[in-house]
């Protein structure tokens, strides 16, 4: 789960120029007779991992096909693809963030999330374990890293408003994605825009321990980190479609959640030989994400409306956006 787009206006341009060269994947059929299945296309946000357990169990116990779908999965060349070719019908679905689907459609870029796969932040402010950095308030006067991304200042500089601090006299500095040797090397005293099933179980491993700090503790909304979108032309054409594709989901969800090893063997065999899996890594993630991902009471992927205004609200508040969008146009509960 990787990382939010830099900012939205280059995307728009992006999206109508792509748009131009190539029509819609959405639908397209696979095969001949009683059998023909429906292709539907999905880039994932990063390369395969713990967090898309799900989708290759799906894939693996035959979920996607009993619904009548084949499913290609793709892999984003960047990190900035996944909302891009959505948004321009060169995918049908795509993984990214709920923050980042609210920053699109501030500009215009009509993207609709579906479903929540992971209901609350992975991004959370870490320090090193033996750093005087007790709360956001700490940060003074010290040298935050962050992956080129704006939001993750908006990040910060909540926290350490939220906890009394003056966010003004925290040093930001732009690491790139150099975010472990950032840390490892002392280059800063703390990062944001590394996540805690991933960068802080790498640093732990590789003799780096951090502790981490939870944004939501610290006025930032507790927002869905990862969710699943489609075009808003893509829904309007294929809802029904994504309905299916969402309950096969759905079902591969429920199998890591109770059997998360025999999920995780499945995973295995589809890992990118570019990004290959650390198993031990891998199964940690999913032990952090497990309870992340948990709907409770409500079907997998349940979106709240007040998310999305509590969401829209900070990044308002906090300038990443300069306009308020209806936030009821944003996202769709697929169940209904």
């Known amino acids: 789960m990787k990382k939010w787009i830099k900012h939205s206006k280059w995307l728009l341009a992006g999206c109508l120029l792509l748009a131009l060269g190539a029509c819609s994947s959405s639908a397209t059929k696979s095969g001949e007779g009683k059998d023909r299945l429906k292709k539907v296309s999905v880039m994932l946000d990063w390369y395969p991992n713990a967090v898309h ?8 116990k035959g979920y996607f096909k009993k619904e009548g779908i084949e499913v290609d999965v793709k892999m984003p060349a960047e990190t900035n693809d996944p909302l891009k070719l959505v948004a321009a019908g060169r995918t049908d679905l795509a993984l990214t963030y709920q923050p980042q689907v609210v920053l699109s459609r501030a500009e215009n870029i009509p993207v609709v999330s579906l479903g929540a796969m992971v209901r609350h932040p992975l991004n959370h402010l870490m320090v090193p374990e033996k750093s005087s950095v007790h709360t956001p ?8 890293g962050y992956p ?3 939001i993750n200042e908006a990040i910060v500089k909540t926290m350490v408003k939220h906890d009394g601090g003056n966010p003004d006299n925290v040093k930001m500095t732009d690491i790139g994605w150099d975010i472990i040797p950032a840390m490892a090397s002392k280059k800063v005293d703390g990062i944001s825009g590394g996540y805690i099933n991933h960068e802080q179980i790498l640093l732990k491993k590789e003799g780096h321990p951090v502790r981490s700090i ?3 503790k610290y006025g930032v909304p507790d927002y869905y980190e990862l969710v699943l979108v489609s075009s808003e032309d893509g829904l309007k054409k294929n809802r029904k479609l994504y309905q299916k594709f969402w309950r096969a989901l759905s079902k591969g969800q429920k199998d890591v959640q109770e059997h998360p090893e025999n999920a995780l063997n499945i995973l295995f065999q589809h890992e990118n030989k570019e990004f290959p899996l650390d198993q031990k890594v891998e199964k940690k993630s999913l032990q952090i994400l497990l309870p992340l991902m948990d709907s409770g009471s409500k079907p997998f992927g349940y979106q709240d409306q007040k998310s999305w205004n509590k969401v829209s609200e900070w990044l308002y508040e906090t300038d990443m956006i300069k306009k308020k969008i209806d936030t009821q146009k944003a996202y769709i509960n697929l169940e209904k």
Not at 53 to 60: M, V
Not at 137 to 144: A, H, I, R
């Open 214 to 216: 939870d944004p939501v």
């Open 137 to 144: 308030k700490d940060l003074e006067g010290k040298n935050v």
């Open 53 to 60: 357990a799900g989708i290759y169990d799906a894939i693996e």
């Open 148 to 150: 080129s991304i704006p």
